[in-house]
Each structure stands twice: as structure tokens, then as C-alpha cells.
């Protein structure tokens, strides 16, 4: 899979939406999403190559429980590939501060890697379903853009969408403060790139020459275009990315079929 890019490429792997329980035996609208991220991540590790980097990006936990976090950081620290995360609006920010920091496991928010910067925001609302930067976190992504060189390529994450999906339910809980974030990377041309989780289902958008990625959901998908809350039947997945040291990088969402394992969970298999 990885044969064909450049050798000086790096690769990673973008994993989002977990929803992951304290108690394993927990299911989400009938998905037990541990099962299904082990699928997804038997098929990630057989990749060749491995990924250099795992991205979660947010929604890590559905209960917000320090053991469900206290799980999450053996589970991935045990693929031994540094992996770094940033928190949706199921996460519990304090606990994920506390315990997500443990080698391989990185709290890291500006890390540089394989030629590119990397930059991982914290859009959480506490309580609320939307996302939005806070003002200190919108002063601190400035002022990273500011210090950076102009010619490093830079790709920026978080959880909630800038941009409209065209699902009315899912459109209205995304960051609410698009303007005041758009403000800000307007002015920089180092970004290249904005992941994002959130919408369960793979998006892309371009605006000013950056391009925006949503990925699937570790476990259940939503349906595209849907005016209320709706499941579709797309299997889980995640993003592989292969960032180029010029700037330029190639990327690919892959699939994992886990229904047939997640039915056998069910039944006590």
C-alpha cells in the first residue's frame, strides 16, 4: 500500500470517533466499539508500511470515565507507534490531560515530524454538543503560526468541522467560530491541511488552497445529506496520509468490514 510513495513520505493514520467504554462489554446503538476498533486496528498494523504517527482525533471516550482513558493509553501504547490526540465533545479534557501521557502516547499539541508541523486543537465546550476556540486558544495558535518558518508545511487538527456538511442535525454542532479561525490561517500559506472527526463519514472541502478531511468513525457512520439524526450502512474506517516533505501529500480512507464480528459479540462469542 505504502510501496508506492516516496520513501521520505510519513504516514499517518488518522482515527477518530471511538466512543470507547470503561466497561468493554458496553455497546453504541448496538456496536461494541472496542470490538470494532480492534478490527480496524489488526487491519492498520498489517500495513506496509506501519504508520509513523496515530492521530485520534476526539471522541475518544462515550462515558468519559478515567478508566475508559486508562484503557485507551495501554491499548495504543501497546502498537508502539507515537500517538498523539486531541479531544471531542464526549471527552472529559482534565482526565484525558492526566492520563493520556505516557510514551508512545503523547498530550504534544505542536510537534514537528517528517518535515511538517503539526498542530492539535482543543475545540471541547464542556456540556455542550457544538465545539468552538476558546480566545486563549485561538491567541495560541497564532502564535504558533507567527514563530513557524514560512516554507514548513503545516497541517492543523481538530474535532469539529469548520465547514457544512450538508446534514441540517449534524451542520448545527459544528465549531461555531469558523470566522475567527479562518481570520487566523488566512494570513499564514505554510497550512496545507485540516483533519477534523465529528461527522462520522469521510468529507473533503477546499477553501483558499487548504484542504479540509473528515474521516470515518472507528465504529458507527452517519448517513450524508440526512435532514434528522440517521445510521449508514458504510463500515467503520480511518484516514491513512502520506505527507511529502515539499508540501504536497496524497491520502486514502480505508474500510474495515466488522459487522459479522460485532454480531458475534453480541451473542456472547
Given at each position: 500500500?505504502?510501496?508506492?510513495?516516496?520513501?521520505?513520505?510519513?504516514?499517518?493514520?488518522?482515527?477518530?470517533?471511538?466512543?470507547?467504554?470503561?466497561?468493554?462489554?458496553?455497546?453504541?446503538?448496538?456496536w461494541n466499539t472496542w470490538v470494532s476498533l480492534t478490527k480496524i486496528m489488526q487491519q492498520l498494523e498489517r500495513s506496509t508500511p506501519r504508520p509513523d504517527i496515530i492521530l485520534l482525533t476526539g471522541d475518544l471516550s462515550q462515558d468519559e470515565t478515567e478508566a475508559s482513558y486508562k484503557k485507551i493509553v495501554r491499548y495504543f501504547?501497546?502498537?508502539?507507534?507515537?500517538?498523539?490526540?486531541?479531544?471531542?465533545?464526549?471527552?472529559?479534557?482534565?482526565?484525558?490531560?492526566?492520563?493520556?501521557?505516557?510514551?508512545?502516547?503523547?498530550?504534544?499539541?505542536?510537534?514537528?515530524?517528517?518535515?511538517?508541523?503539526?498542530?492539535?486543537?482543543?475545540?471541547?465546550?464542556?456540556?455542550?454538543?457544538?465545539?468552538?476556540?476558546?480566545?486563549?486558544?485561538?491567541?495560541?495558535?497564532?502564535?504558533?503560526?507567527?514563530?513557524?518558518?514560512?516554507?514548513?508545511?503545516?497541517?492543523?487538527?481538530?474535532?469539529?468541522?469548520?465547514?457544512?456538511?450538508?446534514?441540517?442535525?449534524?451542520?448545527?454542532?459544528?465549531?461555531?467560530?469558523?470566522?475567527?479561525?479562518?481570520?487566523?490561517?488566512?494570513?499564514?500559506?505554510?497550512?496545507?491541511?485540516?483533519?477534523?472527526?465529528?461527522?462520522?463519514?469521510?468529507?473533503?472541502?477546499?477553501?483558499?488552497?487548504?484542504?479540509?478531511?473528515?474521516?470515518?468513525?472507528?465504529?458507527?457512520?452517519?448517513?450524508?445529506?440526512?435532514?434528522?439524526?440517521?445510521?449508514?450502512?458504510?463500515?467503520?474506517?480511518?484516514?491513512?496520509?502520506?505527507?511529502?516533505?515539499?508540501?504536497?501529500?496524497?491520502?486514502?480512507?480505508?474500510?474495515?468490514?466488522?459487522?459479522?464480528?460485532?454480531?458475534?459479540?453480541?451473542?456472547?462469542?
Amino acid at each position: 500500500m505504502g510501496n508506492t510513495h516516496q520513501a521520505t513520505s510519513l504516514l499517518i493514520a488518522q482515527i477518530s470517533d471511538l466512543h470507547l467504554f470503561g466497561d468493554e462489554r458496553q455497546n453504541l446503538l448496538g456496536w461494541n466499539t472496542w470490538v470494532s476498533l480492534t478490527k480496524i486496528m489488526q487491519q492498520l498494523e498489517r500495513s506496509t508500511p506501519r504508520p509513523d504517527i496515530i492521530l485520534l482525533t476526539g471522541d475518544l471516550s462515550q462515558d468519559e470515565t478515567e478508566a475508559s482513558y486508562k484503557k485507551i493509553v495501554r491499548y495504543f501504547a501497546a502498537t508502539g507507534i507515537p500517538t498523539y490526540w486531541l479531544p471531542g465533545n464526549h471527552d472529559h479534557v482534565p482526565t484525558m490531560k492526566r492520563v493520556l501521557d505516557q510514551p508512545p502516547v503523547y498530550a504534544d499539541k505542536s510537534f514537528y515530524k517528517g518535515g511538517w508541523q503539526f498542530l492539535l486543537l482543543n475545540t471541547n465546550v464542556p456540556g455542550q454538543v457544538y465545539g468552538a476556540l476558546s480566545a486563549d486558544n485561538l491567541e495560541w495558535l497564532e502564535a504558533q503560526l507567527t514563530i513557524l518558518p514560512s516554507h514548513r508545511p503545516t497541517l492543523i487538527s481538530m474535532h469539529h468541522p469548520p465547514f457544512w456538511v450538508g446534514s441540517p442535525w449534524l451542520d448545527q454542532s459544528g465549531l461555531q467560530n469558523t470566522e475567527a479561525f479562518f481570520k487566523i490561517i488566512d494570513q499564514y500559506s505554510q497550512v496545507q491541511l485540516v483533519l477534523v472527526g465529528h461527522v462520522h463519514q469521510e468529507f473533503e472541502c477546499t477553501r483558499n488552497d487548504v484542504t479540509y478531511l473528515s474521516t470515518p468513525s472507528t465504529c458507527i457512520q452517519f448517513m450524508p445529506h440526512s435532514l434528522n439524526f440517521a445510521l449508514d450502512n458504510n463500515q467503520p474506517g480511518f484516514r491513512l496520509a502520506w505527507l511529502h516533505p515539499d508540501g504536497t501529500f496524497e491520502t486514502a480512507v480505508e474500510r474495515v468490514g466488522v459487522k459479522q464480528m460485532l454480531n458475534l459479540a453480541a451473542q456472547g462469542y
